[in-house]
Nanobody, 115 residues
Framework: QVQLVESGGGLVQAGGSLRLSCAAS????????FDWYRQVSGKQREFVAT???????SYADSVKGRFTISRDNAKNTMYLQMNSLKPEDTAVYYC?????????WGQGTQVTVSS
């Protein structure tokens, strides 16, 4: 069974930075597409960023220029570097791994940005 484990969340002041990690257990890590999503209680989960197997990336407009998604295939880990954080970035952040019919989610990590 594939497991995705997020870490790195916490409390930070507005303008600060955090780096989230998503450690994955699959042996074929490099072929998977990885996403970050976030969800505020009572609202729909929203897309944050994607990184493909060739390391090309895509971002939501709300985080473009502030967040950077990356991956380290040797460590089976995907990252989200979050800079210039805003209170509206407060949410539970989830990583997702997908490939063909496979679709896996982590348990989430809380990010809270104080004003």
């Amino acid at each position: 069974q594939v497991q995705l484990v997020e870490s790195g969340g916490g409390l930070v002041q507005a303008g600060g930075s955090l780096r989230l990690s998503c450690a994955a257990s699959m042996s074929t890590f490099s072929i998977y597409v990885f996403d970050w999503y976030r969800q505020v209680s009572g609202k729909q989960r929203e897309f944050v960023a994607t990184i493909w197997g060739d390391s090309s990336t895509s971002y939501a407009d709300s985080v473009k220029g502030r967040f950077t998604i990356s991956r380290d295939n040797a460590k089976n880990t995907m990252y989200l570097q979050m800079n210039s954080l805003k209170p509206e970035d407060t949410a539970v952040y989830y990583c997702r791994a997908r490939y063909q019919y496979d679709n896996f989610w982590g348990q989430g990590t809380q990010v809270t940005v104080s004003s």
